[in-house]
């Protein structure tokens, strides 16, 4: 052995062993100086290791060095070898700039280093450092068993060793090393090294306590092994490092323990820039378990550019207390085993506490497990991470990722794995508390998600929850959070653009069992391939409270195997409590929000649901279950689907309701069969929509289709623009029952394109009901027959009822609005029913039964029905059209030409197989068409009653312009206008089979019009035919036969009001025909006149009797025959008419007997071929006749009466019978076997015949007149024989026949014959006169002669001279006008114009009538005027020849009529035809004049008449003066005439019910009441019992108002009812509060929501919550309170305000229920585990440490807020006091060092101050104790405290931040301070710290003095010594126990 101590240097020795070799052992010892520059070399030597010092072949010791041991020199070996032990110790310099091993190569363990002991080796106590030494094998230091180097002073530096730097057999320690361990260098061409500090066995490599970084090793060698720190058996372990662990190199990384654990602890810097460049770790692997701890800075930029990352073990890893982060590391991207993740544990990993964020890292997988991964507490982000496989994972166990405040962002895994992710997790994946959210995340490949649980079997779930940010833009294959269990997302912020990419099964959020996502944000621009969906679950899928909506989301490709975007395929799916829209979502599946294999809920949607698509059922599929969607707070619009566009319930129902917005343009497409807006097997439900359900496309239907029945109920809105591709029904369509209710807009423009129904169809029974709008333009394809009920079609019935606004524009095959199969029936329709068309048949109604229009409000027109008819209803049954309030017009009905003709027609209504009916229309009947039957097609009976307006203007081209009955009758009854204007082929208004009948019309029958060889203007029955009660006229009616009326057996018109005039039959009966009985007209109120046959019975053709009795007009101008070629062909055989080429029967034909009784007027101007009036075959009569029978016209026998087989009767005519004329035969008046006149009236003139009996011609019986004074004069029988009479002996000869002129007083005068046989015949001389013309612009070959016979002035009548004209014309074309001018006194008096209409004016005589002039002075003159040539006179006469008639001076005597006259009123008149005789004057006095003040008619004597005031007189008193005059004599009669009402009223019909709605703000309304209707002969007034007026308009009150009108006249009175019904249709006014926060605590709140409303007060209540409207208990979290207010007349309101209800939670980490203030979270009232509300915890990691206490050093009770205290609730130090930083919040204040201040006195004099008390020492406050949290402000003085009195001494007492208050202290005068060196004793507060106080003296106040100057000097106070001594030691005790604490 050897030993060496006390020396100086050992220096600057060579040797070729080194300096001191020993066979044994060595020791050198208190070397004073240093061991340097000593120099060995091996080569000479027989051991295998020179050592440049020392050599010991056992243990060798080297302490107490004085100096450094520095540069020296071991050529071949060592520079201090020892075979055993080796012990440096307490080396007062560095171990540096050595140099071991020289030039030789040498192999593992061999020698080379600077320090190698083949035992042991402790290198101790060096102040200086290791640095910059080299060698080659353990180049610093080796020991064959272990090395331990501590308390190094520096540090271990720039070494370099070609193998390892410091080499341990069985492990290596470096604890205490005074430096940093920096750029040693090992491997360097080394072919072979185990790293820079290696130990091989189970000690492993132990770093402590280095006090600077371990930073830019570099260990490298060939070989792909090494590290920095190396432990092959043991572990490694690295601790209270003081800088950072940085740019360290080498292949295993930093650290690498092949078996062993590693411990990375107490880093004061970061772990960064370090490298591994193999399959290892670049900071640590451990082949046991790892700890990272305590790091003060981020572990960043580490790289290994292989396969391994930055931190392995294969045991549990734990990484924790991360002061900066994790980021920039890298490893090899390529992912095998946990060894490839960055961070990662073949056992578990727990990765917590990170002051930042881990971002940027790249590797196989970033943080990995096989078994548990906990990843929790990241003060940052985990983002921007690469990885090959995963970011987070685990491959048996769970993965936990928890409080990560930054969120998990834009991190990366390549290939089929995740972000956080599990293989075959038992545990799944639970992400909580993640503050920042999940964004931006990518990852690759065909399988993986971004959260994904259990790969590769069925244990794992996955839970998402409380990301305090969005879960947004990350892109996966698989999904964004995937659990083989299930998964659970609650309370993040959105989800949104986030894209999955594989074709597989997976989604957003997928779990193969069940999924749960609750309280997120929006949800959108999502978008998922293939087959996966947005939420799967199988067994269910739960998705609440979404705050933002479900929108943008895309489903990939089209699939018909893929499904919804919330999918469970074997369970059910919930979406509810959506606070926003669902929208813009498009998915290529079915299902396309919601797919279930049970049923689907979708509730509580906040916004629309729009724009969404997908293969099928947009928004819902339920495979076997229901689907219900409720509470949808926006609109359903533009969703769009091949299939079933929304919901689809293949085994159960759909129910959408509560839907706040419209259900508008969704579509679906013609995939497949069924598609509509909803599809159900069962039923279909859609109820309470406050919007509109318009613009939806389907294909049979486009909003719903059920096997079962579909209802919709409560749509606030309208319904429109509908349409159904492919038929079905534009909107409904169901499989037995549909119903469709309380619509409250318009429904219209719905349309299908196919066969079915247009808005709804039902195969069994359909109802609309309770539409408030219109319905229009809705139908279905009308190219298909089966396009059937444009709007309803029902396969049982069809019910449209109560339509508060009008129908039109629908369109369909049959039924364009209604098809029922049973029945069918429209009802309560409060505005029009107009412009529908079916172009089949029933332009509105269809049905295969029974059908009924009924209380239509408004009008029923422009309807249509294009084939079978029936423009408004055709039925099968009995149809009805009934209580129409307006018109029924321009309907149209079969106009088709199809065969038969008449099995097709009504324009309004038709029934195929039994009756129609129309009944109580309000308004018209008006411009209907169809091919038969106009308006009303029955095939057995037809009526119409109970019209208020008019029928006209009906056409049908074949038969019945208004009706046609084609095997019963057809009626007309009660019209309250005109029956006008209708046409048609057959019967113009009606035709029936059987009988019809028109009766009670209180306007007029007028123009209606039939073909002009068919039947009936009017009406034709084929048994009989009435028109009764018509209180207008019957006039203009055309026909062939029957001009008004045919009917094959009895044909009756009676009670006319008008005229019967200008009727028209082109051939028989101008205005009634009965082919085969008897014709009447009876009852006339007006003329009978103008009416014409073109072959017989001008006005009446019958084959029995025919009759016209009680006209009180006239019968005029009526003709029968007059056609030129007329043509006779036509259906009805006219062989019988054949005959009568002229015509006969001007007024009637009768094949048998013929009646004219009782004319009020004349019979004039009447014209026929035979019998100008009345033709007869049996006997013919008229008689009654108060006015003329005159100017009758036959063209060849009989001018008024031709009867062929007996007598002929003209009697009780009270005026003339003249001027009646048979132009070319016999009989002037009557030409019958026998003719009779009887009592004639005034006189029978002027009647002529061109042959024989110019009055009479009895062709084989007898010629009688009897008739007393009349008179008989100017008859002739021009070319015959008898001017009055001509009597025949018949075929018979028989000559008993006779000839009886007999008329009492009167005359037979003037009348002639051709032979002038009656003597009787001239009274005057017969002159002729010529006159001569200039005609010098007459044609030459014109010659005009006039010739005036010379007249007789017998009677004051002056009679000529009649003109005869003769005309000689060769000119071609010639048109003369020819005029007589009568001049009186110079100025025209009578102008007589005889028009020649023809050509060229024939030869021969033309006479004008007869001129009567009143007495006077005439000058005559003859004037010839061409009519059409060059417009001047083209003849005149220079002829004038004057004449005077004259007659009496004075009428009298005179007889005076009798002066009152009463009558009653006539029918249909308020008044009466009242005969008033004139004056009677003297016989003899011929010109005399009568006339009246009442009408003031003149007439002459012999144009009495009934008298000159003869007239209609009005209902009451008429006062009349007569007067009568001649010559200059005149005299005057008053009459009265009194005229009384004795009719009882005809009808009086009040208006339909009035609605209207409440006037704004009011209750009430003005409402307008129109005035009731009343038929009666005089005006009517009228009372109601509202306002006891006429007009009953006035202020109405909600509800339903009974007016009774009372009819009130001259006569009886009458009354009727109406209603009045106000509905308040204003909403109420709701006012919500405004929106409010409120905590969980205190969510039992009050507020008010109120409502106001023009009527009663109204209801609030909640919608879809139970929160009353004055407040309550409200769920947690943002949540939306709806309240409706309703009336009580159903009106609601809606108004809205959002509660936030949330409270703060602390963190509990240690449980002991109080939280740390530092940690808190925001949560809606679901307390998470581990958070309490409190917030008081001032120690959070120890639960016997929460209460926060403050040290009171004065014992005032008021702490100091600068040494807040950690304590329990007892206040009690823990045990060794102080016990940790964190015990001690705060920075120590001033406040430890209590100085006085000085004070001033209050006065001048002494003052007592309080006896000094002991002063407690320190104790402790509760902070929960102090006053209002006021801390004390001088804790050296007891007496200022929050609490103190305020003095009035110059401080702050009670530490209010103000110094003596004005309040309290005087401010002036001044204070003067006392002189210095007084003495003044004052109390001083001293802080006792000992148990027991010792008492100070305590000084006595001075007193101060004032001074006028008011200067102020400080008070200067004294303490005694040992008071100051007590308060500095218990200050110093105090502090010195606060700093050991913190320390």
């Known amino acids: 052995g050897m030993v060496v101590r006390n020396v100086g240097n050992i220096q600057d020795n060579i040797a070729p062993g080194g300096v001191f070799v020993a066979s044994e052992s060595i020791t050198l010892s208190n070397i004073k100086g240093n061991i340097t520059r000593n120099v060995a070399s091996s080569s000479q030597l027989s051991f295998s290791s020179p050592a440049a010092v020392a050599y010991s072949q056992q243990w060798m010791v080297v302490e107490n060095v004085a100096g450094e041991v520095t540069d020296n020199i071991a050529a071949g070996g060592s520079i201090f070898r020892s075979g055993e032990d080796f012990v440096m110790r307490d080396v007062a310099g560095d171990i540096s700039r050595n140099t071991a091993g020289g030039e030789e190569q040498f192999e593992c363990c061999s020698s080379g280093s600077v320090l190698r002991a083949d035992g042991g080796l402790v290198v101790e106590r060096v102040d200086g450092e290791f640095a910059s030494n080299v060698g080659e094998w353990a180049g610093l230091a080796y020991g064959q068993e272990y090395v331990t180097m501590r308390d190094i002073g520096g540090g271990i530096r720039e070494n370099e060793a070609t193998g390892t730097l410091v080499w341990g057999g069985e492990g290596v320690l470096l604890r205490g090393i005074g430096g940093p361990i920096r750029a040693n260098q090992v491997g360097e061409g080394l072919s072979s090294t185990y790293g820079m500090f290696y130990a091989w066995g189970e000690g492993g490599v132990v770093v402590e306590n280095v006090d600077g970084a371990i930073e830019e090793n570099y260990a490298m060698s060939d070989l792909p092994n090494g590290a920095v720190f190396y432990g092959a058996l043991g572990g490694v372990v690295l601790r209270n490092i003081g800088g950072s662990l940085r740019s360290n190199w080498a292949p295993f ?36 378990s790892g700890v990272v701890n305590r790091i003060a800075g981020p572990i960043r930029d580490n790289a290994n550019v292989g396969t391994g990352g930055v931190l392995f073990a294969r045991g549990d890893l734990v990484v924790q207390n991360i002061d900066g982060g994790i ?27 990170v002051s930042g964020s881990i971002v940027h890292n790249t590797g196989g997988a970033i943080l990995y497990a096989d078994d548990f991964a906990v990843v929790s507490s990241i003060a940052g982000e985990i983002s921007d991470n690469l990885a090959e496989h995963s970011i987070v994972s685990a491959s048996i166990g769970g993965v936990y990722v928890v409080d990560i405040a930054g969120g998990i962002a834009r991190n990366r895994a390549n290939e089929n794995g995740g972000i956080v992710y599990t293989f075959d997790a038992d545990h799944g994946i639970v992400v909580d508390r993640i503050d920042g959210g999940i964004v931006d995340n990518w990852v690759g490949g065909s399988s993986g998600g971004i959260v994904f649980a259990g790969a590769n079997n069925e244990g794992g779930a996955a839970q998402v929850s409380n990301v305090n940010g969005d879960l947004s833009r990350n892109v996966a294959p698989e999904g964004i959070v995937y659990g083989t269990i299930g998964v659970r997302v609650v309370n993040v912020g959105e989800v949104a653009y986030n894209t999955l990419t594989s074709d597989g099964p997976g989604g957003v959020f997928y779990g193969a069992y069940e999924a749960v996502v609750r309280n997120t944000s929006a949800m959108h621009h999502n978008d998922m391939h293939g087959s996966t969906c947005f939420v799967y679950g199988a067994e269910a899928v739960d998705v609440s409270e979404v705050r933002g909506g479900f929108y943008a989301n895309v489903r990939g490709q089209q699939d018909e195997d893929a499904y919804g975007f919330f999918y469970a395929s074997g369970g059910s799916v919930a979406l509810r409590s959506v606070h926003g829209p669902l929208a813009d979502n498009v998915a290529g599946s079915w299902g396309g929000v919601a797919y279930a294999e049970e049923s689907v809920l979708i509730a509580d949607i906040g916004g629309d649901i729009r724009d969404n698509s997908a293969l099928a059922a947009t928004l819902a599929y339920a495979l076997e279950g229901n689907v219900l969607i409720t509470r949808v707070h926006g609109g359903i619009v533009r969703n769009t689907a091949l299939g079933t566009s929304l919901a689809y319930a293949d085994g159960g129902y759909v129910h959408l309701e509560y839907i706040y917005g419209d259900i508008a343009d969704n579509k679906c497409g013609s995939e497949y069969e069924y598609a509509g807006l909803l599809y159900a097997e069962g039923d279909v439900m859609v109820r309470e929509v406050f919007g509109n359900i318009r613009g939806n496309v389907g294909v049979v239907a486009s909003l719903a289709y059920s096997s079962g029945s579909v209802v919709v109920n409560n749509v606030y809105g309208g319904i429109y623009d509908n349409f159904a591709s492919e038929g079905g029904a534009a909107l409904l369509y169901g499989g037995e029952d549909v119903v469709l209710s309380n619509v409250h807009g318009s429904v219209h423009d719905n349309w299908a394109s196919g066969a079915g129904g247009g808005l709804v169809y039902a195969v069994d029974a359909g109802a609309i009901f309770n539409i408030r709008g219109d319905m229009y333009d809705n139908g279905c394809n009308t190219e298909e027959d089966d396009c059937v009920g444009g709007l309803l079609y029902g396969g049982a019935t069809a019910t449209l009822q109560r339509v508060n606004g009008s129908i039109w524009g629908h369109h369909a095959a049959s039924g364009a609005v209604v098809y029922g199969d049973v029945s069918a029936v429209v009802a309560d329709v409060a505005g029009d029913i107009r412009d529908n068309t079916a172009y089949v048949g029933g332009g509105v109604l269809y049905s295969d039964n029974y059908g009924r229009i009924q209380r239509v409000g408004g009008s029923v027109l422009r309807n249509r029905a294009e084939r079978f008819g029936g423009g408004v209803a055709l ?10 309030a307006g018109h029924v017009s321009y309907n149209v009905g079969g106009l088709l030409e199809i065969e038969p003709a008449l099995q097709d027609g009504g324009g309004v209504i038709r029934s195929i197989a039994a009756s129609v009916e129309i009944n109580n229309v309000g308004g018209s009947i008006a411009f209907n068409r169809a091919r038969s039957g106009g308006v009303a097609y029955g095939d057995e009976a037809v009526a119409i009653r109970n019209v208020a307006g008019d029928i006209r203007e009906n056409y049908a081209s074949y038969a019945g312009g208004v009706g046609y009955a084609r095997s019963a009758g057809a009626v007309i009854e009660f019209v309250k206008g005109d029956l006008s204007h209708n046409v048609a082929y057959h019967g113009g208004v009606l035709y029936a089979d059987d009988y019809v009948r028109i009766q009670y019309i209180s306007g007029s029958v007028t123009d209606n019009e039939a073909g002009t060889d068919q039947l009936s203007g009017v009406a034709y029955g084929g048994v009989s035919a009435l028109l009764d009660g018509v209180a207008g006229d019957i006039s203009r009616n055309r026909a062939g036969f029957g001009g008004v009326l045919y009917g094959d057996l009895y044909t009756e018109i009676h009670d006319v009001g008008g005229d019967i005039s200008d009727n028209f039959a082109m051939h028989v009966g101008g205005v009634l025909l009965s082919l085969d009985s008897s014709a009447m007209i009876h009852d006339v109120e007006g003329w009978i006149e103008g009416n014409f046959a073109g072959s017989i019975g001008g006005v009446v053709y019958a084959d029995e009797d025919g009759q016209i009795e009680n006209v009180r007009g006239s019968i005029a101008g009526n003709a029968a025959g007059q ?38 007027g004349d019979i004039t101007e009447n014209h026929a071929g035979l019998g100008g009036v009345v033709f007869a075959e049996n006997e013919a009569v008229v008689s009654e006749v108060l006015g003329n029978v005159c100017h009758n016209f036959a063209t060849i026998d009989g001018g008024v ?14 005026g003339y019978i003249c001027s009646n004329t048979a132009l070319t035969g016999r009989g002037g008046v009557i030409y019958a076997s026998s003719a009779i006149i009887r009592e004639a009236g005034i006189g029978i003139c002027s009647n002529e015949a061109f042959l024989d009996g110019g009055v009479l011609f009895a062709h084989d019986g007898s010629a009688i007149i009897h008739s007393d004074s009349t008179k008989i004069t100017l008859n002739q029988a021009r070319q015959g024989l008898g001017g009055v009479a001509f009597v025949s002996a018949g075929p018979n000869n028989d000559t008993s026949h006779q000839g009886s002129i007999d008329v009492g007083t009167g005359y037979v005068s003037g009348n002639r014959d051709s032979e002038d046989t009656d003597p009787r015949s001239l009274k005057a001389d017969q002159q002729q006169i010529t006159l001569d013309f200039v005609a010098s612009d007459l044609p030459e070959d014109v010659a005009v002669e006039v010739t005036f016979d010379g007249g007789d002035a017998v009677a004051n009548e002056f009679i000529a001279p009649a003109p005869v004209v003769n005309v000689t014309s060769f000119t071609q074309g010639i048109q003369l006008d020819f005029v007589i001018a009568v001049e009186r006194d110079g100025l025209p008096a009578y102008y007589y114009p005889h028009d020649v209409d023809v050509e060229i004016l024939p030869f021969g005589s033309y006479r004008f009538n007869n001129i009567t002039l009143p007495e006077g002075d005439y000058r005559l003159a003859f004037l010839v005027v061409e009519g059409c040539g060059n417009g001047g006179v083209i003849a005149s006469s220079n002829y004038t020849e004057e004449f005077s008639v004259s007659g009496c001076e004075d009428p009298h005597p005179i007889v005076c009529p009798s002066e009152i006259i009463h009558a009653s009123s006539d029918a249909f008149t308020c008044g009466a035809y009242v005969v008033v005789d004139d004056i009677q004057a003297s016989p003899d006095c011929d010109n005399v004049e009568f006339t009246n ?12 008449g009934d008298g000159s005031a003869s007239d209609v007189y009005p209902v009451g008193a008429t006062d009349v003066l007569l007067t009568v005059s001649a010559g200059s004599a005149s005299y005057d009669c008053p009459v009265r005439v009194i005229v ?31 005035l009731p209707t009343a038929i009666d002969n005089c005006p009517v007034r009228f009372e109601n019992n509202i306002n006891a007026v006429e007009d009953a308009s006035d202020v109405y009150p909600v509800g339903t108002t009974r007016v009774t009108f009372e009819g009130i006249n001259d006569g009886p009175g009458s009354e009727c009812s109406t209603t009045v019904v106000v509905t308040d249709r204003e909403a109420p ?6 929106d409010f926060a409120t905590t969980c605590e205190e969510r039992d709140v009050f507020f008010q929501v109120s409502a106001e409303d023009n009527c009663v007060a109204v209801a609030v209540s909640p919608v879809l919550h139970d929160v009353s409207p004055l407040g309550g208990v409200l769920d947690g979290g943002v949540n939306r309170l709806t309240y409706e207010a309703e009336d009580a007349a159903g009106n609601t309101a809606q108004c809205s305000f959002v509660t936030t209800v949330e409270s703060t939670y602390y963190r509990d980490a240690d449980g002991d229920g109080f939280g740390d203030p530092d940690q808190s979270a925001v949560w809606p009232c679901n307390q998470p585990e581990g958070w309490v509300l409190d917030n008081t915890d001032c120690n959070d990691f120890n639960a016997e440490a929460w209460k926060l206490w403050f040290i009171d050093f004065d014992g005032d009770g008021f702490g100091n807020p600068a040494f807040p205290v950690c304590s329990d609730s007892n206040g009690t130090l823990p045990d060794s006091f102080p016990l940790s930083k964190r015990d001690i919040r705060g920075v120590p204040g001033n406040d430890t060092t209590p100085v006085p201040s000085a004070s001033p006195v209050p006065d001048a004099s002494p003052a007592p101050m309080p006896t000094a008390t002991p002063v407690p020492g320190p104790q402790l406050i509760a902070g929960d104790e102090l006053d209002n949290g006021s801390f004390d402000c001088d804790d050296s003085n007891p007496f200022v405290h929050p609490a103190a009195p305020e003095l009035c001494d110059g401080i702050d007492n009670n530490c209010d931040g103000q110094v003596d208050e004005a309040d309290n202290c005087p401010q002036s005068p001044p204070i003067v301070p006392v002189p210095v060196d007084v003495p003044v004793p004052v109390p001083v507060p001293v802080p006792n710290p000992v148990p027991n106080p010792v008492p100070v003296p305590v000084p006595v106040p001075v007193p101060y003095v004032v001074e006028e100057s008011g200067a102020q000097a400080p008070i200067v106070f004294s303490v005694s010594a040992s008071g100051a001594s007590a308060l500095s030691c218990s200050f110093l005790l105090l502090w010195l126990g606060l700093m050991m604490h913190a320390q």
Request: proline residues 3%; aromatic residues 10%; glycine residues 10%.
């Open 1493 to 1504: 003040d009442y009408n003031s008619v003149t007439v002459g004597f012999n144009e009495r």
């Open 253 to 288: 990384g930093l650290m690498y323990s092949f078996e062993g654990d590693f411990v990375i602890e107490d880093v004061r810097g970061s772990i960064r820039d370090n490298h591994a460049t193999e399959h290892a770790s670049s900071v640590a692997y451990g082949g046991g």
């Open 875 to 884: 039925c099968r049954g009995d149809c009805a059209l009934e209580n129409v």
């Open 1123 to 1160: 056609l030129d070629n007329f043509n006779y062909a036509s259906e009805v055989s006219v062989d019988r008419f054949e005959d009568f080429a002229y015509g006969s029967g001007g007024v009637i034909y009768a094949s048998d007997d013929a009646f004219v009784r009782n004319v009020g």
């Open 1540 to 1570: 009384e009402d004795e009719r009882e009223f005809t009808s009086m019909t009040c208006p339909f019910p009035v609605q209207a709605d409440t006037d704004a703000g009011v209750c009430t309304a003005q409402v307008t009441v129109p």
């Open 1201 to 1214: 009466m031709f009867v062929e087989d007996d007598v002929g009767i003209v009697e009780g005519v009270k």
């Open 1629 to 1634: 006014v709701i006012t919500c509060p405004a």
């Open 327 to 353: 980021y920039r590391n890298v490893g090899g991207l390529f992912f095998a085993d946990p060894e490839d993740a960055l961070i990662g544990s073949e056992a578990s990993l727990t990765l917590r506490n």
